[in-house]
């Protein structure tokens, strides 16, 4: 079943050959450039991913529409080379719709087909241009998916079951003892502006939009923050008390010790490890020969 007469994500999909109404999925339109977020993005997912930090879930909004997706950076800062980037381990994020605004109100055919099939406009354009796909489709430990409508989500899920485009809703995080996180999608039918159509408990009810549940991974202890207990213990000397907190400031992740006026860190520039005291920063070595010494490089 194609519609016709709905926006897509690619050029010739809409069911009737017209040509896309909404910016392609790799358009940039200048935004990501504005105040350095592009490189503080990728400086913070890199963060995550060198040290290891597990079960990371980022909440946004204003996309105007409900969608979960796996996130990717550049290893190698190259933010404007699609080509080099690579998923963050064990991170997604979750886009929650508007409460009311533009966008939603526009749809008029609230049919799970046509949900559907702009899920899978979106997954297509994005797929066609290397960037990570919506949904949550082989995530780690994802189990129980539902979605309103769609009978084959929980044993074969697919992207419209990680995606609402019409409704007016919100997301509801549950965490157990265990850690096992729950995630669901409530909204109401979306209606045009100022029609006064909100919620009603019998014409326009709240609904299970979608729901999953993820397992967590096993945390590990970062490399790096191993690293700098193991030095914290093997030059006392030099630190003073153990258990300083770790820092960021770019490109540094590093500890301060007030009793010796010291500071150890590395360089994201060039993977080095950095000791300051007395006014001289010494260049120690690199952080590879280090976690090798200190027994984290495992």
């Known amino acids: 079943m194609t519609l016709t007469n709905l926006p897509s994500f690619g050029t010739g999909v809409d069911g009737n050959g017209a040509a896309s109404t909404y910016s392609a999925p790799n358009a940039d339109a200048g935004k990501s450039w504005q105040g350095g977020y592009r490189a503080e993005r990728n400086a913070l997912l890199k963060y995550i991913a060198d040290n290891k930090i597990t079960n990371v879930v980022f909440l946004s909004t204003d996309d105007h529409q409900n969608r979960i997706n796996e996130l990717t950076y550049s290893p190698t800062g190259e933010t404007e080379k699609q080509a080099s980037y690579v998923k963050v381990p064990y991170t997604f994020e979750i886009v929650a719709g508007p409460l009311g605004a533009t966008g939603p109100d526009l749809i008029t055919n609230h049919t799970f087909a046509m949900a559907q099939q702009y899920a899978n406009s979106m997954f297509a354009a994005q ?3 290397g960037i990570e796909p919506l949904g949550l489709q082989g995530y780690p430990g994802l189990k129980n998916v539902s979605r309103l409508n769609d009978p084959n989500a929980g044993t074969t899920p697919s992207a419209v079951d990680f995606y609402s485009p019409d409704t007016f809703n919100y997301n509801a995080l549950e965490i157990s003892a265990s850690g096992q996180l729950t ?22 009810p709240v609904q299970k939009v979608f729901n999953f549940q993820i ?26 008390a153990a258990g300083a907190v770790s820092q960021v400031q770019l490109p540094y992740t590093y500890r301060y010790y007030k009793n010796t006026d010291a500071y150890v860190g590395v360089s994201s520039v060039d993977n080095h490890v950095y000791y300051l005291a007395a006014g001289v920063l010494q260049d120690v070595g690199a952080l590879s ?8 490089d495992k």
């Open 215 to 240: 397992d967590p991974v096993a945390n590990t202890t970062p490399p790096l923050t191993c690293l700098l207990n193991w030095a914290e213990s093997a030059y006392p000397k030099l630190f003073g």
């Open 127 to 129: 797929t066609a241009a």
């Open 289 to 296: 020969g280090w976690l090798k010494t200190a027994g984290c």
């Open 183 to 204: 995630v669901t999608s409530w909204g109401i039918v979306a209606t045009a502006q100022n029609s006064a159509s909100e919620y009603d408990a019998s014409k326009n």
